[in-house]
Every structure is written in structure tokens, then in C-alpha cells.
DNA sequence: ACCTGAACACCGTTCAAGT
DNA sequence: ACCTGAACACCGTTCAAGT
């Protein structure tokens, strides 16, 4: 027999922080793949209402998650070296967080960037093309290209195992050749963003000019 | 005074098919950017239950939403031409669509690829992609990271308006300017696929080599 | 200020009853 | 086979009451 011991009313000290609810966010999302209010409160042996106090609801522990993972990206990686590898290594980053929360991507695939620490990292990413010598304005366009590639490759690591599945009465031989010749499908993943982020980064390279090659630089 | 004619049982000629089920769910997402089974049965004039008998629940809705925006992809573009013109083709057309219903994007974005007229498109891409000199896995790794690119380029376009929003107390000279610099995001976001897809193929036909240029192509 | 317990509107799903 | 109406479990949010 476990003793219940009921309180009712504000408890001598807070039993909930945001960081709390937010790292037990980040747990139940990893393990289910989504949250729930309840399941949450339940995990912190709280009420449901009791959230509330904290954040904003549901929305509110979306951008508490939001900043979790924006927090854990490496911004110092923007600062010294050549550009290109400058930005190569924050992007490595940016996935590799996504890469431990596979499962938190789809809850943050559409909302305005706002964390302090990221609007710093895209900063320091426009000025360091600016001093590569592209304009501000093209500088923007391949920004956001990279990053469209980063959230999508991001997403492909919370694809099913079987990303896909080629029906009976479907001949595919060449895409069923191809499938069958992959390795482990977070193997797959990876090599395509290596594939991708290598090819974008040359291809800015070969146009504007940098020290050294980004794929020699991964070795 | 409108006359309410109750009916109960089966109808003499099923008043629901998928397709209507279809183009109703894309049409209140179209709108809303979301669905539930009660708004959408009302706009049917049906009861929420009625839905069950043609889709498999809420997950068989979001099922029907990707086939339509699949059969709306330009699958013949990949026939003819240079291979790299005719990837640019489908990818564009992938975008396009996308473009057209930009808010169903976040509901298709993790599940298994089965229909048969995508599944036929990457088959092609393989096959043609092999036609160039390209090993079946690195062709594979080729797809995946033009995949994820076109993805991410199209949860852009289910973006907020604004995509970065720069606090008071944050300085970010280079990126204010930058942003201030752009264009509509409709238009920002068409560029930085523009800028990245010609990219992409441009490093393969670098490598591998094809017939013309992709961005030329393209006007 | 912070937690509880109860209430409320709403959603997805199931099922017996009717033609 | 296909639609209805009712039921059920569950979710997100609000709020008065308590310390």
C-alpha cells in the first residue's frame, strides 16, 4: 500500500518549471512519437490544468520543444574557418539534433523563427556570405534553400522504415534494384544529406570561390 | 421555411464516394489549413458516421488527399529529353502542385510513398538516372536528397508570413537588411527553389554529364 | 503565484437499427 | 451496401476554490 498524500492549494515550493515540462515533453516524444496533455501531466505527476500555470497549452509546449532543439544547435560553428565549411558544420548540426529527436520534426515543421539563438546563427550566416562576396539578396535565396534541404532531410529521418513500397502488381525494376542495394534506412538518410549539403555548398563555391573543398573537409 | 426531408437506411443511389470525400477534404484544408470528420460531413450533408463507409477514418482522409495531389503530378515529363531537363520537369511539377495547396503539405509529410503513379516516377528517375552513367546507389542517394529538398521547399510554402522575425532586443544587422531586401515570400520562396533545384542537378550533370543546362532550360 | 478538481465543448470511432 | 442516431473514450481549455 502506497500512502497518497493529497494536496490541494499552491505547494510551498513550485513542483513545475518550463524546463521540466519540456524535457518531459522531449522524453514522451521520442518514446510515442507525439504528446498528449494528460499523458504529459501524468509523467510529471501533475494535473493536466496545472500545465497551464507554465505554458500556453498544447502550442505552448510546441515552442518549448522548439527551443530545446534550437538551443542544442552549434552556433559557435559559424565563427572562424572558411564559409563554406562554416556553414557546412552549423548545418551538420542543425540535423544531427534532429537526428536524436527524429520524432519531434513533424511538431515543428511550420512556424515563424523567432529563438534568439537561431535568428543570431542566420545573421552571422548572411554576413559570412556577404564577405564571400554575395549580395545580400542572393545570399537570402541560398539560405533558404539550404535550409528547405536541412528541415527535409530533417523529416526524412522520421520517415518510416519503408520509405517505399512498391506493389505487387507494380513493376518498378530499376527503383526495386536501387531499394534493394540500400543499406539500413538511417544509413540511406544520412548519405543523401551528405549528398545534398556537399553538392549545394560546391555548387556556391564554384561560383563565388572558397578555401577548400566541403566534402574533403567531412574526412 | 426550407423542407427537411429525413432519411434513414440506405439511400436508393449512394450519396457519398471517395472522390466527393476527396475533393471536400482538400477544398476545407484549401481554406482552413485542417479537417475534422464533423465540419467535413456537414459540408457534405451527411453525418459523421456516413464518412466510415468509403474512407478508413481520419488517416484514410489524409490517404485520399495524397493520391489526388499525386495524380496531379506531371508523370509524362519524364519521358522525353535530356535526363536532367526532364528530372527538373517532374520536380518542378512536384512543387507546383504543392504550390496550388500549399496547406496539405504538413498533413502528408511522413508516410510511406505506395501510389502506383509515384512509385512508376521514381522507377523512371532510376532507370534514367542509370541511362546516364549513374550507379543504382548512387542514384538512389541522388533522389532521396532531391526529394527532401522538394519537400522542404514545399512546407515553405505552408509558411507563415513571417518567416523570420527578428525580436527587439536581438541584433541582426545582416539578416534585417537581407529581409528587408525580399520580395514577397510567394516570391522568395519560388526563388530559393529555383536557386536549389538548379543547383542540385547542375552538380550531377557537372559530374556525370548531360545535354544542356537546366537553369537555361528553364526560361 | 501555483495546484486541484470539476466542468465544457469538441473530436474520432464504434455499432445497432433501418432500408 | 450505405446512411442514421446515439453512445463512448479522450482531448484541450477554462475557472472557481484552496493555500
Redo the contacts with the bound molecule.
Sequence with gaps: MTEVT??????AK???TRARIGSAALELVDATGDF????LARRLG?????L???VD???GIIEVLREQVSDAMDAIALEDGPWDLALARYFRSYRQVFATHPRVVPLLTTATVRSEKVIRAYDRMVARLGEAGIPAERAMRILTALDNFVIGSALDLAAPDVMWEVPDDVEAPALSAALAAQPTNRKRADEAFEEGLTRLLASVTAEYGASASVGEAAR
Design positions: 493529497r494536496r490541494v492549494g499552491r505547494p513550485a513542483v513545475l498528449t496533455l494528460p499523458e501533475v494535473q493536466t490544468a496545472s497551464y500555470h507554465h497549452g498544447r502550442a
